[in-house]
C-alpha cells in the first residue's frame, strides 16, 4: 500500500476493493465485512468523492482483508483522524499473527518507536534477530 493512494475515481470504494483483491484472488469475505465496519466505510462511495483519509481506509481494506503472506504498508496512518488511527493499530496487531511478512514504514521515526509491532525490525537491508522498536 503506497503512502499516498490514487483510486480509479468511477469506481466506488468496494469495488477497488474487490479489483485488487483480485489480483492476487483471496479475499476474506467476512473479513472485508469487518474492516469496513470498523473503519467506518461506505463501500458504495464513488472514490472521487473520497477524501484522502477514506482512499487510505480504502486501501488498508483492501490490504488487510487478503490473504497474503507479504504486507508492505507505507505510511498507513497517512490522513488517518486519531481513532482510525486507533482502528489501524488494532487490525495490524491481529493481522500480524497470520501474515509471514509485515513491513510497515512510519512517517517518521518517532511513530516507530510509540507503535511497537512484534517482529524483526530491518537493520541495514536486514532484518535483526529478535525484537521490535520498543
Not at 9 to 33: F, M, N, Y
Amino acid at each position: 500500500m503506497p503512502g499516498d493512494v490514487n483510486l480509479w475515481p468511477k469506481l466506488t470504494g468496494g469495488e477497488v476493493i474487490d479489483l485488487l483483491a483480485s489480483l492476487h484472488g483471496r479475499l476474506d469475505r467476512a473479513r472485508k465485512a469487518e474492516l469496513l465496519e470498523r473503519f467506518d466505510l461506505d463501500p458504495t462511495k464513488r472514490t472521487r468523492t473520497c477524501s484522502k483519509g477514506n482512499r487510505h481506509k480504502v486501501a488498508l481494506v483492501a490490504a488487510l482483508a487478503g490473504d497474503v503472506e507479504l504486507l508492505v504498508l507505507d505510511e498507513p496512518t497517512s490522513g488517518l483522524d486519531p481513532l482510525m488511527e486507533l482502528t489501524f493499530q488494532q487490525c495490524i496487531t491481529e493481522a500480524a499473527s497470520g501474515i509471514a511478512n509485515l513491513v510497515v514504514t512510519p512517517p517518521t521515526l518517532e511513530e516507530l518507536f510509540v507503535h511497537h509491532y512484534d517482529g524483526a525490525p530491518a537493520r541495514a537491508g536486514a532484518a535483526s534477530t529478535s525484537g521490535g522498536a520498543r
